[in-house]
Protein backbone atom coordinates (compact mmCIF):
# COMPACT_ATOMS: atom_id res chain seq x y z
CA UNK A 1 0.00 0.00 0.00
CA UNK A 2 1.24 4.01 -0.87
CA UNK A 3 -0.42 6.63 1.25
CA UNK A 4 -0.10 10.32 -0.39
CA UNK A 5 -0.49 13.23 1.37
CA UNK A 6 -0.51 16.36 -0.28
CA UNK A 7 0.16 20.13 0.86
CA UNK A 8 0.24 23.43 -0.58
CA UNK A 9 -3.30 24.39 -1.55
CA UNK A 10 -4.41 27.83 -1.06
CA UNK A 11 -5.92 30.92 -2.36
CA UNK A 12 -4.33 32.74 -5.10
CA UNK A 13 -5.32 35.78 -7.16
CA UNK A 14 -5.29 35.42 -11.10
CA UNK A 15 -1.63 35.07 -12.64
CA UNK A 16 -0.29 34.17 -9.50
CA UNK A 17 1.96 30.81 -8.73
CA UNK A 18 1.36 28.48 -6.31
CA UNK A 19 3.18 24.98 -5.36
CA UNK A 20 1.87 21.99 -4.75
CA UNK A 21 3.79 18.91 -3.01
CA UNK A 22 2.68 15.17 -2.61
CA UNK A 23 4.80 13.09 -0.13
CA UNK A 24 4.53 9.79 -0.61
CA UNK A 25 5.08 6.74 2.35
CA UNK A 26 4.44 2.92 2.71
CA UNK A 27 5.94 0.76 -0.72
CA UNK A 28 6.69 3.42 -2.53
CA UNK A 29 9.46 1.38 -4.27
CA UNK A 30 6.54 -0.26 -6.71
CA UNK A 31 5.66 3.35 -7.78
CA UNK A 32 6.09 3.98 -11.14
CA UNK A 33 4.37 7.07 -12.41
CA UNK A 34 3.49 10.17 -10.25
CA UNK A 35 0.65 12.31 -11.38
CA UNK A 36 -1.79 15.01 -10.31
CA UNK A 37 -5.25 15.59 -10.82
CA UNK A 38 -7.71 18.17 -10.45
CA UNK A 39 -11.60 18.09 -10.03
CA UNK A 40 -13.71 21.41 -10.38
CA UNK A 41 -17.45 21.63 -9.35
CA UNK A 42 -19.51 20.00 -11.49
CA UNK A 43 -16.96 18.32 -13.51
CA UNK A 44 -15.09 15.46 -14.25
CA UNK A 45 -11.75 14.82 -12.47
CA UNK A 46 -8.56 15.35 -15.09
CA UNK A 47 -5.35 15.21 -15.50
CA UNK A 48 -2.76 17.90 -14.85
CA UNK A 49 0.83 16.27 -15.38
CA UNK A 50 2.83 13.28 -14.93
CA UNK A 51 6.18 12.21 -14.50
CA UNK A 52 7.32 8.57 -14.74
CA UNK A 53 10.40 7.05 -13.14
CA UNK A 54 12.10 7.71 -16.05
CA UNK A 55 11.91 11.19 -16.10
CA UNK A 56 9.28 11.18 -19.01
CA UNK A 57 6.60 13.74 -18.30
CA UNK A 58 2.88 14.36 -20.17
CA UNK A 59 0.86 17.55 -19.12
CA UNK A 60 -3.19 18.44 -20.01
CA UNK A 61 -2.39 20.44 -22.93
CA UNK A 62 -4.17 23.72 -20.85
CA UNK A 63 -1.54 23.76 -19.01
CA UNK A 64 1.05 23.24 -20.79
CA UNK A 65 3.89 25.85 -20.20
CA UNK A 66 2.29 26.81 -16.75
CA UNK A 67 2.99 23.94 -14.83
CA UNK A 68 5.92 22.21 -14.14
CA UNK A 69 5.92 18.36 -12.32
CA UNK A 70 9.13 16.75 -10.52
CA UNK A 71 9.51 13.47 -8.50
CA UNK A 72 12.71 13.86 -5.89
CA UNK A 73 12.38 10.29 -5.23
CA UNK A 74 14.74 10.38 -2.31
CA UNK A 75 12.17 13.27 -0.38
CA UNK A 76 9.52 10.78 -1.62
CA UNK A 77 8.21 14.05 -2.77
CA UNK A 78 6.17 14.97 -5.99
CA UNK A 79 6.13 18.40 -6.80
CA UNK A 80 3.46 20.42 -9.34
CA UNK A 81 5.34 24.37 -9.89
CA UNK A 82 1.44 25.98 -11.18
CA UNK A 83 2.14 30.52 -12.96
CA UNK A 84 -0.35 32.29 -14.37
CA UNK A 85 -2.84 30.68 -12.97
CA UNK A 86 -6.55 31.79 -14.15
CA UNK A 87 -9.81 31.25 -12.10
CA UNK A 88 -10.83 28.21 -14.26
CA UNK A 89 -7.46 26.71 -12.17
CA UNK A 90 -9.81 26.20 -9.28
CA UNK A 91 -10.23 23.15 -8.46
CA UNK A 92 -9.52 20.01 -5.52
CA UNK A 93 -5.98 18.91 -7.51
CA UNK A 94 -5.27 15.16 -6.01
CA UNK A 95 -2.17 13.07 -6.48
CA UNK A 96 -1.78 10.14 -7.71
CA UNK A 97 0.80 7.11 -7.89
CA UNK A 98 1.06 4.31 -10.19
CA UNK A 99 2.83 1.26 -10.01
CA UNK A 100 3.39 1.17 -13.98
CA UNK A 101 4.88 3.48 -16.40
CA UNK A 102 1.46 4.70 -17.15
CA UNK A 103 -0.34 7.98 -18.48
CA UNK A 104 -3.53 6.37 -17.35
CA UNK A 105 -4.43 6.79 -13.53
CA UNK A 106 -3.23 4.63 -10.78
CA UNK A 107 -4.79 3.12 -8.22
CA UNK A 108 -3.50 5.48 -4.96
CA UNK A 109 -4.62 8.42 -4.52
CA UNK A 110 -4.09 11.54 -1.78
CA UNK A 111 -7.44 13.38 -0.46
CA UNK A 112 -6.85 16.24 -2.41
CA UNK A 113 -5.98 20.19 -1.47
CA UNK A 114 -8.09 22.57 -2.49
CA UNK A 115 -6.96 25.58 -4.99
CA UNK A 116 -9.06 28.39 -5.29
CA UNK A 117 -7.76 31.35 -7.97
CA UNK A 118 -9.61 34.68 -7.77
CA UNK A 119 -9.25 38.36 -7.17
Known amino acids: QVQLVEFGGGWVQPGGSLRLSCVAS????????MAWYRQAPGKQRELVAA???????NYEDSMKGRVTISWDKDKKTANLQMARLQPDDTAVYYC?????????????WGQGTQVTVSS
Open 26 to 33: GSISTINT
Open 96 to 108: NAARFRTWAAGDY
Open 51 to 57: ITSVGHT
